[in-house]
């Protein structure tokens, strides 16, 4: 079993920058490849970066390439979402996942609860 803890969400301005943390517990949780998704409001969950286990390998959706960058710190068992140059878009609640598979239709076995961005223009 893994839990996850997403914080750092919060209101900033368009072009702003924000930084979320996926802090991961378990027995695992050092050994799983890890995903960030996020749902706006009437809208499906969509898939916006994931990052190997060990940290070697990145995906990102388009929409967010050259402005967001996953990273992890395995000795800390945190996974981070570094979000530059914010649009009114961006706005939702972004989800961490984690699970044995990778890649950008990776399916994930554990859910965190999610956190609130919202991006005013």
């Known amino acids: 079993q893994v839990q996850l803890v997403e914080s750092g969400g919060g209101l900033v301005q368009a072009g702003g920058s924000l930084r979320l943390s996926c802090a991961a517990s378990g027995r695992t949780a050092s050994n799983v490849n890890v995903g960030w998704f996020r749902q706006a409001p009437g809208k499906e969950r969509e898939f916006v970066a994931a990052i190997t286990r060990s940290g070697g390998i990145t995906f990102y959706a388009d929409s967010v390439k050259g402005r967001f960058t996953v990273s992890r710190h395995n000795a800390k068992n945190t996974v981070y979402l570094q979000m530059n140059s914010l649009k009114p878009e961006d706005t939702a609640v972004y989800y961490c996942?984690?699970?044995?598979?990778?890649?950008?239709?990776?399916?994930?076995?554990?859910w965190g609860q999610g956190t609130q961005v919202t991006v005013s223009s």
């Open positions: 996942a984690a699970g044995r598979e990778t890649g950008t239709g990776a399916k994930y076995d554990y």
